[in-house]
Nanobody
Framework: QVQLVESGGGLVQPGGSLRLSCAAS????????MGWYRQAPGKERELVAT???????NYADSVKGRFTISRDIAKNTVTLQMNSLKPEDTAVYYC????????????????WGQGTQVTVSS
């Protein structure tokens, strides 16, 4: 089994910054793509940013230029630096990882963290 543990959420004023981190552990052969998603009350979960094992990134239009995703391949961690936060960024943020659990199979599974609350309010 694979576990994803997130940290770094909290309350911040508009214009402020937060840094989210997520660590993957457990039965891991290789972590391929990692990413962050968010879900605001009454809305569907949406992609925030993803990063591949090769370092290619993808961002939602709403966060481009404000958020930066990065990862440490060796430590199986992913980080989301969030700057210039807006009230509309308020949501539960979920870490996501696409994991290959065995060297004998190319099958991949998707895992999710438990979520961390980010609230942007004055």
């Amino acid at each position: 089994q694979v576990q994803l543990v997130e940290s770094g959420g909290g309350l911040v004023q508009p214009g402020g910054s937060l840094r989210l981190s997520c660590a993957a552990s457990g039965r891991i052969f290789r972590v391929n793509a990692m990413g962050w998603y968010r879900q605001a009350p009454g809305k569907e979960r949406e992609l925030v940013a993803t990063i591949t094992s090769g370092g290619s990134t993808n961002y939602a239009d709403s966060v481009k230029g404000r958020f930066t995703i990065s990862r440490d391949i060796a430590k199986n961690t992913v980080t989301l630096q969030m700057n210039s936060l807006k009230p509309e960024d308020t949501a539960v943020y979920y870490c996501n990882a696409v994991v290959r659990t065995s060297m004998f199979s190319r099958d991949e599974d998707v895992y999710w963290g438990q979520g961390t609350q980010v609230t942007v309010s004055s």
